[in-house]
């Protein structure tokens, strides 16, 4: 037992361990993601579309797009990385500005934007704009030696996080404001604020939301629906009702794929905020435990990324993503269990939406190129030679070095005629 151990520590302190891991945790739930998408949305889509393919197709189109922007994301140096935060946090908040004075409203929220026939949510890329712009303030800060002052902790962060939050409340969305301000949160926690001013934000941001729910009727009568559901169900407390029930359906083993009850015109919303209740109802408490154990992977391997590096950016930005991608999880998944109030907030590379499915692969696109930029990972790459894509160009003939010849290597090498050779030309 002890020499098992052993080895699955040796295994987990190898130099890729946490791209492996990465990479390993995403595409699982990306895959069950298109797979729940696609059970949970048939009846709804069927009966608004004709078609029962119509939302898993645009889901598919979603994750087809992400796919190569996460691939390309992986490849980038820390320095582009750096140099992307500020302009994705321009093009953040000018989306969120153009949201809040011409976005499309549903359900009472106006969070969308219709670009070009498309419809997408400004306030996704938000929190990965934010979390490298912060990355990158506070790295260029601490290398500069000016972080000994609070000052130069909070300002422009600070503000910039409200500016970003006023924004998305603006469209009735608590979920993301919750999500910036624990990436908030994150960035000085990592960075090594002091205990009174971290826990002085704490403190302000606890304040704010308890401001953000009170200011509106809506969310008062959520968070009164989560303390007792039973008290109105058939109005505030419908959807929660409907999302334990699934839970309770599923039991051990669940129902089996396609087979849930809850998705035919009973749980609203079961391919996006509720997805996982979808996923409990069909594959039981196995399956969900295997989703929470899946994002608890990507957690550590996010934290294994920060723990393994010396350049500050590197170790900011991957803990800033990594709490962004885990809260937001933890905040889904607790709002279909009960625990939490009702947000609104998709569960990521899970719940149907391409404006939430894009950067999230995008932001694990990053949190890749960061675990390749671990020290002991760049000399095992390194050394390890053509990758299998090379490979298959140099075998077509493609490639940049193993399989191009040099000029005139087609010809025949000339060599000395062997004994043999020699005898037959003296004969001639």
């Not at 791209?19 to 608004?48: H, K, P």
Request: net charge positive.
């Amino acid at each position: 037992m002890l020499s098992r151990v052993k080895e699955f520590t040796r295994l987990l302190d190898r130099p890729l361990t946490s791209y492996y891991l990465l990479v390993g945790s995403s595409v699982l739930l990306i895959v069950l993601g298109l797979v729940m998408v696609l059970s949970s949305s048939m009846v709804d889509s069927y009966t608004e579309t004709g078609s029962a393919f119509s939302l898993f197709l645009k889901q598919a189109v979603a994750a087809l797009i992400g796919i190569p922007l996460m691939l390309l994301a992986s490849r980038l140096p820390p320095r582009t990385l750096r140099l992307l935060g500020g302009p994705l946090l321009l093009v953040s908040i000018v989306l969120l500005v153009i949201t809040t004075f011409r976005g499309v409203e549903y359900y009472g929220a106006t969070r969308w934007l219709n670009i070009g026939g498309i419809t997408v949510q400004a306030s996704e890329p938000a929190k990965l704009a934010f979390a490298l712009w912060g990355a990158n303030l506070l790295a260029r800060k601490e290398e500069l030696r000016e972080l000994t002052e609070w000052r130069h902790l909070l300002v422009p962060l600070l503000p910039v996080c409200g500016i970003l939050v006023l924004l998305v409340l603006m469209g009735s969305d608590l979920g993301t404001s919750f999500v910036l301000m624990a990436v908030l949160v994150a960035l000085l926690w990592i960075i090594g604020a002091p205990g009174r001013l971290f826990f002085g934000v704490v403190g302000l941001v606890g304040l704010l939301v308890a401001i953000m729910i009170a200011v509106e009727p809506y969310r008062l009568k959520r968070l009164t629906a989560f303390l007792n559901p039973e008290a109105d169900p058939f109005n505030s407390g419908y959807q929660l009702l409907h999302g334990l029930y699934a839970l309770g359906t599923g039991g051990l083993l669940g129902v089996g794929i396609g087979a849930s009850r809850e998705k035919w015109g009973h749980l609203p919303h079961p391919e996006s905020d509720f997805i996982f209740a979808i996923i409990g109802e069909e594959f039981g408490l196995l399956g969900t435990l295997l989703v929470i154990g899946l994002f608890g992977v990507l957690g550590y391997s996010g934290l294994r990324v920060a723990a393994r590096t010396t350049d500050p950016f590197v170790r900011l930005s991957a803990v800033a993503i990594t709490t962004w991608i885990c809260v937001q999880a933890m905040v889904n998944i607790g709002t279909v269990i009960g625990v939490l109030p009702v947000t609104g907030i998709p569960l990521p590379f899970v719940s149907a939406g391409g404006s939430s499915l894009i950067p999230t692969m995008l932001g694990m696109g990053v949190l890749l190129a960061l675990a390749r930029n671990e020290p002991a990972a760049r000399s095992a790459l390194s050394a390890r030679g053509p990758t299998y894509p090379q490979r298959a160009l140099s075998w077509l003939g493609l490639g940049n070095s193993a399989g191009r010849t040099a000029p005139g290597a087609d010809r025949a090498p000339k060599t000395r005629p062997t004994q043999v050779q020699a005898r037959r030309n003296r004969r001639r």
